[in-house]
């Protein structure tokens, strides 16, 4: 049974730090792209950042996260990590991880929303960051 568990939400201050985990089971972790999606009341889910398979570790961040949110993933324990630093009130959502096999979905060197209809993704958790 293929499996996405999220944990680590909670709440921060801005400029804060935050670190999610996820953890994967039951399929070939090393063959799908991993990403993070986040979703704040009254907006659609949007991706966050994701990691390439096939050990190549190539990560891709949208810009409103680049230089502050850094993703990881450990292919040996089926995880995948996001490190959020210096935390905005905007950052707030609900996080999900999502995995989807093969090649990540990337446009110009930015991660894409679409192209992730096939994937499998976590119950979420919440990220709270006060101002």
């Known amino acids: 049974q293929v499996r996405l568990m999220e944990s680590g939400g909670g709440s921060a201050q801005a400029g804060g730090s935050l670190t999610l985990s996820c953890e994967a089971s039951g399929f070939r972790f090393d063959v799908y792209c991993m990403g993070w999606f986040r979703q704040a009341p009254g907006k659609e889910r949007e991706v966050v950042a994701v990691i390439s398979p096939y050990g190549n570790m190539h990560s891709y961040y949208i810009d409103s996260v680049k230089g502050r949110f850094t993703v990881s993933r450990d292919n040996a324990k089926y995880a995948v990590g996001l490190q959020m630093n210096d935390l905005k009130p905007e950052d707030s959502a609900q996080y999900f991880c999502?995995?989807?096999?093969?090649?990540?979905?990337?446009?110009?060197?930015?991660?894409?929303?679409?192209?992730?209809?096939?994937?499998?993704w976590g119950q979420g958790t919440q990220v709270t960051v006060s101002s």
């Open positions: 999502a995995a989807q096999r093969g090649a990540c979905p990337v446009d110009n060197g930015k991660p894409i929303s679409t192209h992730w209809s096939s994937g499998t």
